[in-house]
């Protein structure tokens, strides 16, 4: 009965924090708990969320007066322009007149008729609020109003004072004006036209124009054609393929049905060649014996670069699954032109068969703008080192001094090369509480903290970053600690990580709940450093964070997992919402890293990508292992970038709790260790770690 009414009750309490009932909202940890307080107590607090959700008006009255009432409005504009009903808009407009954030009702009011607003008003709006957050997220939106209606002097009037800069479709509206007065854009293009699934209309457009004037070539097209191909990108594909004069509906068909694009044939014109290519990436990624067959019968029709190109892109989706002829399909693409993916997997698969010598070559072909990725940066100074026989050139020293004073995963490993292991530098004098109140009289902040209180994270998120633009090591520090006091975390994390000499690492690397999750750990077994790190990666420590799939709370738990984890421990109480309390979330998440890590025989690398991507998956990876491998190696070809990223991440992220925990120097690279076959013996595995260093 208690399991059935708590369901029914945590909606009311949603509710409640709608209209505003704080009184039921304090409530909400101990609904949802539903062990932590005794039956009469719970009941009265269900009884109080009920009768709040029931009595809206009355108990926002009483409770919170007039500032809740105008919040609850707020929502509602807010709701009412993102549903483009003007008419509501300029309802709940007109009851905040004199609401604590009138930038954002203002801005509200006019993003709800802004394709008709007039140029006064939009600048009036621009001189009000200038050097706010808000106004130059207007600017973005009128940029993209203006070059939508190729407005180009007011357009480049605006554009310089555009500060974030960040939306590629206003930057290929950039190009488009400038293109327009005669200037050659060609160069700049290709570099930023390299994701088609973020073009939209202006980066469509913008290769359009491209095409007409000449300053893109046919093969420019046909590059465009295969990348959206390889991206997945069916709209941009149809637009570019009709430029060539080839048909839309066969690259779409290419695309979203390749098997049976593939089952026509290459056909006989260069049209037909090139989506009967995609065709093959796209089968690839269901069946590479599929591709290759097609590829292998196609070949007699298909001009030297072409088959390259064919094998290329099975070889792309070839290596995600480590199929065994892949080395192969590799060295059968020599000649072809590379998309950004196929160039660095072409270097993954290098490095898994230790050909250091190809490595160092596959990196040299890369575009000078991804050879300066610190990642490929990092292994170029590997396979330098690698072909002079273990013994460290001047070239790789260069190269590992040029990213060493990073403190991401790179930045260390490199550092660790060049003798550098991770430490804690001593902090630097405390902030005053001048310094922190300087920090809570700052208008953004004022704003931010408004609308985290709210639940309005973006908006949150979007003014507290905008005021630390300009801001010292030193005021960074003292916002660091402003955003610790208010609970804000992960702004916390964000604020630390921006300052550039001085730092403290208890805001870099904060241990909130340290008490609950020392009990856990202790219990477990389980590396305290390591469940930090990967708190910090999943959650930011955002305690009501959830994911689009669902997980929940510190650990990202997600709710099958959860209950899978609550039966093997006997909480046989267990509901979906008791995720969201620390106590809960923390006691789930840490049992399910600890049988993960008894799964993957210990390794937190495994474990790591196992409680990001699954552990069918890892056990799928692992299984592709015939020998024991470097970490660092196997975690570069892990084949989801998402999953990829996060390993990386949140084993950086221990290193550093770790110099934090115990206070003294770590490596990292003795964290990674090596990743072995499922099956390797202790003696082996040890064996192998000890040679990877």
Request: charged share 20%; glycine share 6%; hydrophobic share 40%.
């Amino acid at each position: 009965m208690r399991v059935i009414l708590g369901s029914l009750v945590i909606s009311f309490v949603t509710g409640a924090e709608g209209i505003g009932c704080r009184k039921a909202i304090t409530c909400r940890p101990y609904i949802e708990s539903r062990r932590l307080i005794s039956p009469s107590k719970w009941i009265a607090c269900a009884l109080l969320a009920i009768g709040c959700a029931t009595t809206p008006l009355a108990i926002s009255q009483d409770m919170n007066g007039d500032t809740r009432k105008e919040d609850d409005a707020f929502l509602l504009l807010r709701d009412s322009v993102r549903r483009d009903d003007a008419a509501k808009t300029e309802f709940y407009a007109a009851r905040l007149t004199d609401y604590a954030i009138p930038s954002y009702v203002d801005y509200y009011r006019l993003k709800s008729h802004f394709r008709d607003a007039s140029t006064a008003e939009i600048l009036d709006f621009l001189k009000r609020y200038d050097g706010q957050a808000i106004a130059d997220r207007l600017r973005n939106d009128w940029l993209l109003e203006l070059g939508r209606r190729r407005e180009w002097a007011l357009f480049d009037q605006q554009l310089p004072l555009f500060v974030l800069n960040d939306d590629t479709q206003v930057k290929c509206y950039a190009l488009l004006s400038r293109l327009t007065k005669g200037q050659n854009v060609a160069e700049e293009a290709r570099a930023l036209l390299v994701y088609p699934p973020y073009y939209g209309d202006a980066c469509n457009g913008l290769i359009a124009s491209l095409a007409q004037t000449s300053q893109f070539s046919a093969e420019d097209l046909w590059t465009q054609v295969r990348l959206a191909g390889e991206t997945n990108a069916t709209g941009p594909a149809r637009r570019i393929i009709m430029l060539l004069n080839g048909s839309d509906k066969k690259v779409a068909q290419a695309i979203d049905l390749p098997a049976i694009a593939l089952a026509k044939g290459a056909g006989d014109t260069r049209a037909d060649h090139e989506v009967f290519l995609i065709a093959l990436g796209r089968t690839a990624r269901t069946s590479v014996k599929l591709s290759v067959l097609a590829l292998q019968k196609a070949l007699p029709r298909l001009t030297a670069q072409e088959q390259a190109i064919g094998w290329a892109n099975i070889a792309l989706p070839a290596s995600y699954v480590v199929a065994p002829e892949t080395s192969d399909y590799w060295r059968r693409a020599h000649g072809a032109p590379l998309s950004i993916d196929q160039h660095q997997w072409r270097t993954r698969y290098a490095l898994r068969e230790g050909n250091w010598k190809l490595v160092r070559d596959c990196i040299a072909a890369m575009p000078a703008s991804l050879r300066a990725d610190p990642a490929w940066v990092y292994w170029q100074a590997r396979a330098a080192t690698a072909l002079a026989g273990g013994t460290m050139p001047a070239e790789a020293q260069f190269l590992y001094q040029s990213i060493a004073d990073r403190q991401d995963y790179y930045g260390l490993l490199a550092a660790e090369e060049l003798g550098r292991t991770v430490s804690i530098p001593p902090p630097g004098a405390p902030v005053t509480q001048a310094e922190i109140a300087a920090m809570a009289a700052n208008p953004g902040f004022q704003r931010a903290l408004k609308f985290f209180n709210m639940r309005l994270r973006f908006e949150g998120t979007r003014e507290w970053n905008w005021e630390l633009r300009r801001m010292s090591d030193r005021e960074l520090i003292a916002a660091a600690e402003f955003a610790r006091q208010n609970h804000i975390l992960d702004r916390m994390v964000y604020t630390s990580e921006r300052t550039r000499v001085q730092a403290d690492y208890t805001h870099r690397y904060p241990a909130p709940h340290d008490e609950i999750m020392q009990t856990h750990t202790r219990t477990l077994g389980l590396d305290r450093a390591w469940v930090y790190g990967l708190i910090r990666q999943e959650s930011r420590f955002i305690m009501t964070a959830q994911s689009s799939a669902g997980a929940s709370g510190l650990m990202q738990v997600m709710p099958s997992t959860g209950r899978w984890v609550a039966q093997k421990i006997g909480l046989t109480n267990f509901v979906q919402e008791m995720l969201t309390d620390v106590r809960t979330n923390i006691l789930l998440g840490t049992t399910y890293m600890n049988m993960v890590l008894g799964s993957m025989d210990g390794s937190q690398v495994l474990a790591t990508a196992a409680y990001n991507a699954g552990p069918g998956r890892l056990r799928s990876w692992r299984g592709a292992l015939t020998k024991p491998m470097d970490a660092t190696i196997f975690i570069e070809s892990i084949p989801y970038a998402e999953t990829r990223t996060y390993v990386k991440n949140v084993m950086a992220n221990a290193t550093w709790y770790a110099a934090l925990f115990e206070g003294r120097p770590q490596s990292l690279k003795a964290r990674l260790g090596t990743v072995t076959p499922k099956g390797y013996s202790d003696q082996e595995q040890q064996q192998a770690t000890f040679s990877s260093r």
